[in-house]
């Protein structure tokens, strides 16, 4: 269980890791999947960072209100992503074995909890939110 809140995905995020350091001593290609992870989340937040930035770009200067709704939202849209490369930036930088003493909760995350983690993360992706499009189409 995680507390709601804005950083849910990097308490689950932190979790998943967790788990895949803990477990590298049996199975070396983990250590492939953690870097890997990281990698794919700082690029989802930089596609994210791009697509509001474009978003902005793109609105109509007409719409003067509009507009200064869609700037605060882009705003939060960009703070919530430098703190998320913030995050993962400082887990880069942390050795593997540090990591583990880095942990948020006292209990540790099980193979079934880990595949869990990684569903729920992998529904958040877009490809994942659109496959029913896909497959309706």
Same mark, same amino acid.
């Given at each position: 269980?995680?507390?709601?809140?804005?950083?849910?995905?990097?308490?689950?995020?932190?979790?998943?890791?967790?788990?895949?350091?803990?477990?590298?001593?049996?199975?070396?290609?983990?250590?492939?999947?953690?870097?890997?992870?990281?990698?794919?989340?700082?690029?989802?937040?930089?596609?994210?960072?791009?697509?509001?930035?474009?978003?902005?770009?793109?609105?109509?200067?007409?719409?003067?209100?509009?507009?200064?709704? #869609?700037? =605060?939202?882009?705003?939060? !849209?960009?703070?919530?992503?430098? +703190?998320?490369?913030? @995050?993962?930036? %400082?887990?880069?930088?942390?050795?593997?074995?540090?990591?583990?003493?880095?942990?948020?909760?006292?209990?540790?995350? #099980?193979? =079934?909890?880990?595949?869990? !983690?990684?569903?729920?993360?992998? +529904?958040?992706?877009? @490809?994942?939110? %659109?496959?029913?499009?896909?497959?309706?189409?």
């Amino acid at each position: 269980q995680v507390s709601g809140g804005e950083d849910e995905i990097q308490q689950l995020q932190k979790a998943l890791l967790d788990y895949l350091d803990e477990n590298t001593e049996t199975d070396a290609s983990l250590v492939f999947s953690r870097k890997f992870y990281i990698a794919q989340w700082f690029r989802d937040t930089t596609m994210e960072t791009e697509k509001a930035i474009k978003s902005q770009k793109d609105e109509d200067s007409s719409e003067r209100t509009h507009h200064a709704k #869609d700037v =605060e939202t882009t705003g939060q !849209i960009m703070h919530r992503a430098e +703190s998320r490369k913030k @995050f993962l930036r %400082s887990i880069i930088k942390t050795a593997p074995s540090q990591f583990s003493t880095l942990k948020m909760n006292s209990d540790t995350v #099980d193979y =079934e909890d880990a595949c869990l !983690i990684v569903r729920y993360l992998a +529904s958040m992706r877009p @490809f994942a939110q %659109s496959f029913d499009i896909y497959l309706t189409q």
